[in-house]
């Protein structure tokens, strides 16, 4: 029997396959398509005096041991964070290793933006809109609000489409079945307008985020704006696990994003987990060793210039390939455990990246 083969959960009659650890529609243990006898839910468990003593649980790459977030140490610095971070980091390097496919979603993601504003940018340019948009002195019209509403939809559009493709490889090999893009384009393509639902309402956050920033750009207008874009870019990647992996719609993933996050399965884990700190720090370093060796080649000869621009540019677009795949990751992972423990109503096994980086 092969990893790719579709069973039914002998709990509850959903679909999982043969390498699945736990059903996410009911939260059974599974054990190559049958129920795990020490694991099985409560529903299924007759009812008989059970001691309440904590097992021993082993702990291996293949085993993780089952944990509850909200018993994790809360606190420990910027260093805690950073490590915890830094760890989930190396373990997602190391799916990206096992399989190069979970990347090229991020690489074509960033290809397409690209064409797709420098495509933005000649038309600005050949209608002598851009020097009017650069002036100090433009007023901004209904027309550009208009064509920024409609430039940030297609852009968000373009970058959901391609970080749902990296959910779908994300959550394939944590599965233990090969990842493929085709089958990862597939699975968008049928998820579009929930997609497209997502980012027409992330354009209406934006413009209401800029909206509040104003020209004058004060200080509290702008803890406020930035407030509301962290929040909802944290929501938008909880979402996208939910839409992907259960096929729901924009509604319904709203809604279990929220219900999952009021639970408290995730938070715990979203402020403590420095990935977003490890990313801004890959940012940053990515950033100065582009100038650095930009300035190095211009300064041993001028010719230089045009291939220190592509070096930079080069260095700059992998770093932003890489944290793309790293959050995009690290909130496959942690919807994962979300549900299953959701499911189990008990805690459940995360998933390898996660429960190392917070063990």
Not at 58 to 67: D, M, V
Request: charged share 15%.
């Amino acid at each position: 029997m092969t990893s790719d083969e579709k069973l039914s959960c002998p709990n509850c009659g959903a679909d999982i396959y043969y390498n699945d650890a736990y059903c996410l529609a009911c939260g059974a243990a599974l054990d190559e398509g049958q129920l795990a006898d020490e694991m099985a839910p409560a529903s299924v468990v007759p009812e008989i005096e059970i001691d309440t003593a904590q097992p021993e649980y082993e702990t291996s790459p293949e085993h993780p041991q089952p944990w509850d977030p909200a018993a994790m140490a809360v606190g420990g610095g910027f260093w805690v964070r950073l490590e915890r971070g830094w760890i989930f980091m190396k373990q997602a390097m190391t799916m990206w290793l096992d399989d190069k496919d979970l990347i090229i979603p991020s690489a074509l993601g960033l290809l397409n933006l690209a064409v797709f504003f420098g495509l933005c940018y000649w038309i600005l340019s050949a209608t002598g809109l851009w020097g009017r948009l650069m002036s100090e002195e433009s007023e901004e019209g209904p027309i550009f609000w208009v064509a920024g509403a409609v430039v940030a939809l297609i852009a968000y559009v373009i970058t959901y489409f391609y970080t749902a493709m990296t959910v779908n490889l994300v959550d394939t090999h944590l599965k233990g079945r090969d990842a493929k893009l085709g089958e990862a384009f597939q699975d968008a393509l049928k998820n579009l307008f929930a997609l497209v639902s997502l980012a027409v309402l992330s354009t209406a956050v934006s413009l209401f985020s800029s909206a509040i920033r104003g020209k004058d750009r004060s200080i509290g207008r702008e803890l406020a704006s930035r407030a509301i874009d962290r929040t909802w870019l944290a929501a938008t990647y909880l979402i996208l696990p939910i839409i992907i992996i259960e096929d729901a719609s924009i509604k319904e993933a709203i809604s279990r994003g929220w219900n999952l996050h009021r639970s408290r399965l995730a938070d715990v884990i979203v402020a403590e987990i420095g990935v977003v700190l490890v990313n801004r720090i890959l940012g940053t370093l990515a950033m100065l060793a582009a100038l650095g060796l930009g300035i190095v080649l211009y300064m041993t000869s001028p010719a230089l210039l045009p291939v220190a621009i592509m070096v930079a540019a080069a260095i700059i677009s992998f770093a932003m390939i890489f944290t793309s795949y790293l959050r995009t990751a690290y909130y496959t992972c942690l919807y994962l455990w979300a549900a299953a423990s959701e499911a189990a109503q008990q805690p459940v096994a995360a998933p390898k990246p996660l429960a190392i980086a917070a063990a």
